[in-house]
Each structure stands twice: as C-alpha cells, then as structure tokens.
C-alpha cells in the first residue's frame, strides 16, 4: 500500500516543493533580516573553508559522493532562493 503511494508522486518534484517551502518558511520567520548565504545548509558557505561546524555534514558527504562532489541539496535551496526571492528586496 505506502509502495503504490510512494508511486504517486514524482521524488524530484517532491525535492523541489520542499526547497520551495523551506525558503518561504525562512523567508517568513526572518525577513528582511536573512541573507542569501545564511539560508545554505552548508556553514562554511557563511564561515569559511575553515569552519569545523556541520549542519547536515552526513547530507552533504553523501551527496558529493553521489554527485559528483556537488552537494545538491543547498544548489537547489540557493536555486530557489535566487528564482522565488532574488527581485525582493528589506523593506
């Protein structure tokens, strides 16, 4: 039964609706204080190479070893950053 459910929706859709929805929230809660590079899931977007911190560091290796070094899930939250608050501006 969750298999023919899980069927039902396309998972890369369901990626891009959850970057989607991740940046309204934080746009919502923090606006116009936020900035582009804060909203990265990644800290050394924000710190520096040298940051020892990690947010979602397991995420993050393991989307480099799958794609080729590219940590997809921050270019997508940085994509839809860019295409849904890119021409908005702090009150």
Known sequence: MLRAICQLFDLEERRVLRAELDVLVARDLFWPHLRRDAISPDPADLLGPDCHFE????LKRAEERVWD????????ILDVWDRLLGRLTPL
Request: proline residues 0%.
């Open 69 to 76: 070094g590219r940590f997809r899930t921050r270019d997508l």
């Open 55 to 58: 947010t979602f560091g397991a």
